[in-house]
């Protein structure tokens, strides 16, 4: 068999993109605490089948209102103790007081967690808007002014390529994001968004409002269309048509629909590796197989130093 065409160096044949293999880039995941015995299990099989890819960070979520906060603590605190991975932990601004977060945080300081990723958040189950707790704070900013008095904690935060719901315009965004930075923040995580031009143009217009901190894209394989239509709506992430279109009729074929959302991340990432891009953050959903396949997809390969213990 005579095989001819096949791409290298991150070249482009036949609309065929690979990684650039002199362009190595780095990985962060996100995991949500689980919420039974049998769920922990699954998850920590799929950090364990992740940890080899050397990721920067792991990062686990806090559930609106706090309500996964003592399962969040317990989770990145076994990270921290039981694997050579470098945990970080969500924390918001909802439904606690300023008292109860530096309780909060003097806990992960001296468990060793020195690295939040600070959200204003999600309103509680049953509100329709974000309300500043009594005591507490108005917002992101003023936690991340907070974080930073305490203790010095390495500080990630959220941005929105495709404007944050509540914001009041695209430039009142990009400004709140360069307060973020101003406050603390050490690098900003997008939404989820699928068009690699979208996160492109973000980029360029916070650069050019200031923001000097790395802006890392957040990717979100497709493990099912009708959550992330779902995720769309609440975070006003804009679902292609052709996105629409190629995941029709696969709700109940999973196998098909894995294949298929693989590539299209891949295709994204690989795009963005193109344009330059070197830092990916992917929404793993506490699964593992189809991050894997996109960051082997990138070029990165195991590393036995970073198996867990």
Not at 126 to 140: E, V
Request: net charge negative.
């Amino acid at each position: 068999m005579i095989m001819s065409g096949i791409p290298v160096e991150g070249t482009e044949s036949s609309g065929l993109l690979v990684a650039n293999p002199s362009s190595r880039v780095d990985v962060s995941f996100e995991f949500f605490p689980p919420t039974s015995d049998a769920l922990a299990e699954k998850h920590w099989q799929a950090l364990e089948r992740l940890a080899p890819l050397g990721p920067k960070f792991v990062s686990v979520t806090y559930g609106a209102g706090g309500s996964t906060r003592e399962r969040t603590h317990a989770l990145v605190s076994k990270i921290r103790r039981e694997t050579t991975l470098e945990p970080a932990a969500h924390l918001t601004c909802v439904g606690a007081t300023r008292e109860e977060i530096e309780e909060i945080i003097g806990q992960y300081w001296d468990s060793g967690i020195k690295h939040l990723v600070a959200l204003r958040g999600d309103p509680p189950e049953g509100y329709q808007s974000f309300a500043p707790h009594p005591g507490g704070f108005s917002g992101s900013v003023e936690l991340i002014e907070f974080l930073k008095k305490k203790h010095d904690f390495e500080v990630s935060v959220g941005c929105y390529p495709e404007i944050h719901p509540d914001a009041r315009s695209s430039l009142a965004d990009i400004d709140y994001l360069k307060r973020k930075m101003d406050a603390g923040a050490t690098r900003a995580i997008t939404q989820f968004f699928f068009d690699p031009e979208v996160y492109l143009r973000f980029v360029d217009r916070a650069r050019a409002h200031g923001i000097t901190i790395p802006i890392v894209p957040g990717i979100l394989p497709v493990t099912s269309y009708s959550k992330i239509h779902q995720f769309s709506k609440q975070c006003g992430t804009q679902v292609p048509a052709w996105l629409t279109h190629l995941f029709e009729e696969l709700d109940d074929d999973p196998a098909t629909r894995n294949l298929v959302a693989a590539m299209v991340a891949s295709e994204q990432c690989l795009q963005l590796q193109r344009a330059g891009v070197r830092d990916f953050h992917f929404y793993t959903l506490n699964r593992a197989d189809l991050v894997y396949s996109v960051c082997h997809t990138l070029g990165l390969r195991p590393q036995k130093d970073n198996i867990t213990d």
